[in-house]
């Protein structure tokens, strides 16, 4: 990866960590089914301009019910479920479970994608799943209340990911960037529409709410998807996806200084060990397997 990627790494993952404390900042104002809108539907009026090409208008209209589908299960269910999370849940504590994204992936894609899971990715689910159980052992509580029932909406984020991944991946893998992000975005904020003006708050939304809002929609959407897009292009797929190593611990960073959030020896534990769980499932951490010694020759005779 050249500098000028690592730089761009860097600031993709700053970006998306950032997306967690503007969720928590502008959710209890917006509620969650609005602010998506409004993330969804900035994002796609900006990305509008990287479509005004007749072939690339062509391809969203050829391809309007799998990009229609891909918007549902990339942005509006998992977007609206992590918002509804950060109600309750810290910024940096979300943004670990969500983490736990190329878990799913995996899984989905063994299940129903018929992509084979080697002995060593089992190893790694194994350690990610304990480093969940680790961070949410104590807050997996349903009753009223009780963080349970977040902690699951973010694991059905993540799942959602990973239906996306494998579908974009086997069904959509031939149509340009461009068209995937600006057209499953304007999908995305087409389905929202209805929904998210019924349930548009009465009250007034004050200047920091919309102010975390627009930053939502402007910088951790459409500034993140043309850096995460282009970095696929110069840096590869395997290159871009540390960046899922490097989100949370760039939310947790911006959770403790922004927003007083703690840094407890439990979310520190739960994190390392999420994260090289994800590591080893992904192959991103391999592990070699140690050479065999030439056997000697039989004696002759």
């Not at 600031?11 to 104002?29: C, D, K, T």
């Not at 309007?64 to 479920?81: A, E, R, T």
């Amino acid at each position: 990866m050249s500098s000028a990627d690592a730089l761009k790494l860097m600031l993709l993952s700053s970006l998306w960590g950032l997306s967690f404390i503007f969720m928590r900042v502008a959710v209890p104002e917006f509620g969650p089914i609005p602010l998506i809108l409004v993330r969804m539907g900035i994002g796609a009026l900006l990305l509008l301009p990287f479509l005004l090409s007749a072939r690339y208008l062509h391809l969203i209209w050829q391809h309007k019910g799998p990009l229609l589908l891909l918007g549902i299960i990339n942005h509006v269910l998992p977007f609206s479920l992590l918002a509804l999370a950060t109600t309750r849940l810290e910024a940096g504590f979300t943004s670990l479970i969500n983490a736990t994204t190329p878990i799913f992936t995996a899984l989905i894609g063994a299940l129903f994608f018929a992509t084979p899971i080697i002995r060593q990715q089992y190893l790694g689910l194994a350690l990610a799943l304990v480093g969940v159980y680790v961070l949410s052992a104590n807050r997996l509580d349903f009753a009223v209340g009780g963080d349970g029932w977040f902690i699951l909406a973010v694991l059905g984020a993540t799942f959602c990911y990973g239906i996306a991944g494998n579908y974009s991946k086997t069904r959509l893998s031939h149509l340009p960037s461009r068209v995937l992000a600006a057209g499953s975005c304007a999908m995305s904020a087409t389905v929202l529409l209805i929904p998210g003006i019924v349930l548009w708050p009465g009250e007034p939304i004050s200047p920091l709410a919309w102010g975390n809002a627009l930053a939502l929609a402007v910088l951790s959407t459409t500034l993140a998807f043309l850096l995460y897009f282009g970095l696929l292009a110069s840096a590869g797929a395997t290159a871009t996806s540390t960046v899922t190593f490097l989100v949370p611990v760039s939310a947790l960073l911006w959770g403790y200084l922004l927003l007083g959030e703690t840094l407890s020896l439990q979310i520190i534990a739960g994190m390392l060990i999420t994260l090289l769980g994800t590591a080893i499932a992904t192959r991103l951490l391999r592990f070699r397997r140690r050479a065999r010694l030439p056997q000697a020759p039989p004696p002759p005779g």
